[in-house]
């Protein structure tokens, strides 16, 4: 350029900044700033947890908060479907016979242990298939 003209000297910081940004979102960057080598292996599978040990986890939580109060509440807003909401009932009565016998510890251990026998006895052959609230 002339002696009177204004010289170029690259893009401006925050230019080259956005760009770097942008580049590493898209192909992704490694720790030197380079990209990312690509990843060797297959992916790790996705796995999910069986219908019986969600069952048992909801049926156990929920009967620890009922455990001590005076009503059970909406199986519904427990988000239980009316068996589990059975077996919830049957857990909390036998944790409170169990409290008053043994004390309390002891009921939470049958709270864990009558939920996961109840939920594997009703998933046993699978999904429930009698309706969405079953």
């Known amino acids: 350029m002339g002696t009177g003209g204004a010289s170029w000297r690259g893009p401006a910081p925050g230019v080259a900044l956005l760009a770097a940004a942008l580049v590493c979102g898209i192909t992704g960057c490694g720790g030197s700033g380079g990209p990312a080598a690509p990843r060797s292996g297959p992916a790790a599978p996705v796995t999910a947890t069986p219908p019986e040990v969600l069952c048992a986890r909801v049926v156990a939580y929920w009967s620890r908060e009922v455990l ?41 251990r049958l709270i864990d242990r009558v939920a996961r026998d109840r939920c594997e006895e009703r998933y046993r052959d699978g999904n429930p298939s009698e309706g969405p609230w079953s």
């Not at 589990?84 to 309390?104: F, M, P, S």
């Open 68 to 108: 001590d109060g005076d009503t059970y509440g909406d199986y519904q807003s427990m988000g239980l479907s009316n068996r589990q909401y059975e077996i919830l009932k049957a857990v909390v009565d036998t944790a409170r016979t169990e409290r008053e016998r043994e004390g309390a510890q002891a009921a939470e």
